[in-house]
């Protein structure tokens, strides 16, 4: 199970995930995205990753994506945190 939350202020989006980032809940965050994407610009949004347990390949591909797309991630846990470098890296 993935729970978004999405918090919206003028100058900016933050996108709280928790959970497990796998199977159908990747394709659930993917449509969440779309649907956010489509009214703000994806520089301005964060999404905090602090609370996410799993991410299989699929959820990967999706946060290298949303990357490549301009959001940023913050993340506090060790698993979440090398993930996160991962993507950084993959971007270069």
């Known amino acids: 199970m993935l729970r978004i939350t999405t918090m919206t202020r003028p100058d900016a989006t933050t996108v709280a995930l928790e959970g497990r980032l796998a199977g159908p809940w990747v394709d659930e965050l993917a ?11 994806a520089h301005s949004v964060s ?8 991410v299989d390949a699929a959820g990967k591909a999706l946060l290298q994506e949303m990357h490549a797309q301009g959001a ?5 846990g060790c698993m979440m945190r090398a993930i996160v470098e991962e993507i950084g890296k993959s971007a270069r």
Not at 31 to 41: F, P, Q
Not at 47 to 54: E, I, Y
Request: hydrophobic content about 50%; aromatic content about 12%.
């Open 31 to 41: 449509r969440s995205w779309s649907i956010l994407t489509a009214t703000r610009d």
């Open 47 to 54: 999404v905090l990753l602090d609370t996410v347990t799993f």
């Open 72 to 76: 940023t991630f913050v993340a506090s």
